[in-house]
């Protein structure tokens, strides 16, 4: 984990699948605890709420080509890593994921690991995922698609 410092550019593709394919787009339930307004809409107690993280993260005000995977977008002139508070893949306020420390180290090692001891290469013929298109549940996962790891 130390070198993840050294290792911008990493850090900036892993924040750019988490924007582009969002594990929770929807995150999770929440419920009013008593009435309130919001934009002019007035909002009863006991109100489900979900709150769309995949539209605030592919929202063009917010991201330039919110439909591109673009890692660059989150390094600034010197290639330094860009904090956004619109980057909210692990949703925002009290009940924010729990894991989101654990799961950031656990992407940056697991995703470091791989590509320094396999190349990924598509079948000729086949087209890989686009990032966009998958199964929309609770979880956003990808279909199936066939990728070789090729050991280095
Ligand atoms: C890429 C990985 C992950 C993503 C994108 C993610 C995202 C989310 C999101 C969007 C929520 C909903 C927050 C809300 O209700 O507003 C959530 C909740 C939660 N996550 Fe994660 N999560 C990830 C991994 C993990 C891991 C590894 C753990 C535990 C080791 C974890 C534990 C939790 C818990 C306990 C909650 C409920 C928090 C609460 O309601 O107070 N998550 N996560």
Known sequence: MEDKARMPFTEAT???????????PMGGPHATS?????????????????????????????????????????LDCDGKVIKSDKMIPFSIGPRVCLGKGLAEMESFI?????????????????NPPNGMEGLNAIIFSPHDYNVWAVRR
């Open 34 to 74: 008593e009435s309130t307004t919001l934009a002019g809409y007035t909002i009863p107690k006991g109100t489900i709420i979900l709150g769309d993280l995949y539209r605030v993260l592919h929202d063009k005000n917010n991201f330039e080509d919110p439909y591109k995977f673009k890692p660059e977008r989150w």
């Open 14 to 24: 892993i924040l750019e699948v988490f924007r582009m394919s969002p594990v929770v």
């Open 110 to 126: 697991f995703f470091s690991t791989l590509l320094q001891n396999f190349t990924f290469k598509v079948p000729e013929g086949e």
